[in-house]
């Protein structure tokens, strides 16, 4: 395990609630890429990948709920442009 490696999910873990908060009560995309989101996600899988073929150790759980949080605000993404697509034809 590395320090390093924990400290950067850590920091990017603790960034991501907040993201998720303002995408849930704003249901606003302003500032949001689907594209950004779905890159993350991809690394985040890379590294639990990495995790699982060359150096299992308990980090793989911060690479997972990383995962989540990022999924989760994408998922807010899609829902937030269903409610403004809504919102236009109403």
Do not use: H, Q, T
Request: aromatic share 22%; with cysteine; proline share 2%.
């Amino acid at each position: 395990m590395s320090i390093f490696e924990m400290l950067m999910l850590l920091c990017f873990g603790a960034a991501w609630p907040f993201s998720i908060y303002k995408s849930y009560k704003s249901k606003s995309v302003a500032g949001k890429s689907p594209y950004f989101l779905g890159i993350v996600i991809f690394g985040y899988i890379c590294g639990i990948l990495n995790k699982v073929f060359y150096n299992y150790d308990w980090v793989i759980y911060m690479y997972f709920l990383n995962l989540v949080m990022v999924s989760a605000d994408l998922i807010l993404y899609f829902r937030n442009i269903k409610l403004l697509k809504e919102e236009v034809n109403n």
